[in-house]
């Protein structure tokens, strides 16, 4: 049976008991958490007591036999399995739906047409949509055609086995996880519509021999598009090699790695490419970043892809650089990567970052001298570190050199003159 139409319902909390909804009603809105009724066919209330239903929580209409449902123009959020293990066989989302979640309408083995209405602006909300590809796995809607789109947006590509896939024009996003989680080894080339403004995450990772994305020419500065995490793969290097590595990726790789040490720990060299404060991509030259081993596999996980300047590149993001030293136990390798995130942010470090980078100058300079590494302080004064400007502290050091009174002390003595 068709989902049907009409005006929206508005219940008392005696009514709505009544025909069997549970619900709970937060500040000024109301959120239904389960339903207790036998009815096939359910019209479910725009409000209760006056205050509008905006959420339908986690499995409240899992299982009971539904041929029939009518959500209300006020509905925002359809929670994780809300409406999963029912004989439903269309479903039309409100237009003014923000989220519907993974397993929201599964198992529905009837489930062959989904739609959305239309979009009612209220002067305060603007349209933000959300819809899991996962929201209605194992129904016949996800899986009738090779491209399932739902306004505007392609919730999965059912691939075939084809070497160019064309993304149909007007696609404004492509969902997470769009191609399922099957390898497809056929896929060599992905033509993508000036319309596509985002890929979430892992939309084309289990693409094994993917070469090239195409991009469809357009206005200059026309594409913004934004990727979500692992869009095109992950990179899983280890010591004794690659790991999942399509040839798209390795090509990235190629053009953005200059120099890697293939020492236990060292620094890998990134061309007009390296890590940001706050996400930020620095396209300033070549930059290095220190690499523990013990954070060998960790740190190549941490490599995004990101489109800038009509280009796809590599990216690493300071916070995520920075949750690796978190991880790292050893001093020597702490000092390592604090002296390339000082490189990296000083030129644009923040407030907040200035007694993170003193702490660990200061600690680097004591390290140095510990050690009478003379070539460490060497390096620190030509990437211009010492400077009271770049946070190290100079009476400090000054301290420290007179304690020692080595080789490297004596050195930084000269320097702070």
């Known amino acids: 049976m068709r989902i049907f139409t009409g005006k929206n319902l508005e219940y008392t909390a005696d009514q709505a008991v009544k025909e069997g909804f549970v619900f709970r009603i937060n500040g000024q809105n109301c959120k239904l958490m389960a339903y207790r009724g036998n009815a096939a066919d359910v019209v479910i209330p725009a409000y209760i007591n006056g205050k509008p239903v905006r959420q339908i929580r986690t499995g409240a209409f899992a299982g009971k036999g539904l041929q029939s449902v009518r959500l ?118 992905i033509g993508l519509p000036v319309s596509v403004n985002r890929i979430g995450a892992r939309a084309f990772a289990n693409l094994g021999s993917l070469k090239d994305v195409l991009l469809e020419k357009g206005k200059a500065g026309e594409y913004c598009l934004t990727l979500g995490e692992d ?78 300047n009509g280009k796809f590149a590599l990216s690493l993001a300071w916070k995520e650089y920075q949750q690796l030293f978190r991880e790292t136990k050893s001093l020597y390798d702490r000092i390592e990567m604090a002296v390339c995130m000082i490189q990296i942010t000083s030129a644009r470090a923040v407030p907040e970052q200035t007694c993170f980078l003193a702490e660990h100058i200061n600690r680097a300079v004591k390290y140095a001298l510990e050690k009478n590494q003379k070539e460490r302080l060497m390096l620190y004064r030509a990437i211009q570190i010492l400077q009271p400007e770049q946070g190290g502290h100079a009476q400090k050091a000054r301290r420290l050199a007179e ?6 002390a004596r050195y930084l003595l000269e320097v702070l003159g």
Not at 146 to 174: C, H, S, T, V, Y
Not at 262 to 278: C, L, P, V
Request: hydrophobic letters at 40%; charged letters at 20%; glycine letters at 8%.
């Open 72 to 189: 209300p123009d006020t509905l925002r959020v359809i929670w994780k399995d809300a409406f999963a293990h029912n004989p439903l066989t269309n479903i039309t989302l409100p237009g003014n739906i923000r989220q519907v979640a993974d397993g929201a309408f599964s198992d529905c083995p009837q489930l062959r047409e989904v739609t959305i209405g239309t979009y009612i602006p209220t002067g305060i909300e603007t349209r933000t949509v959300d819809i899991s590809c996962h929201a209605f796995e194992r129904t016949p809607y996800i899986t009738a055609k090779q491209f399932i789109i739902l306004d505007k947006m392609l919730l999965r590509i059912n691939l075939r086995a084809e070497q160019f896939l064309e993304i149909p024009e007007g696609i404004r996003e492509i969902k997470a996880d769009a191609c399922g989680a099957a390898w497809n080894y056929s896929v060599t080339e």
């Open 231 to 308: 869009a095109f793969g992950r990179f899983e290097r280890f010591s004794f090699g690659w790991c999942r590595l399509n040839h798209f990726l390795w090509n990235l790789y190629r053009r953005t790695i200059i120099g890697d040490s293939r020492q236990e720990s060292g620094r890998i060299t990134f061309n007009n490419n390296g890590a940001g404060y706050k996400g930020i991509l620095s396209q300033y030259g070549t930059i290095e970043v220190y690499v523990p081993l013990s954070c060998y596999t960790q740190f190549w996980k941490r490599m995004r892809v990101i489109f800038t």
């Open 403 to 408: 304690r020692y009174g080595n080789e490297a």
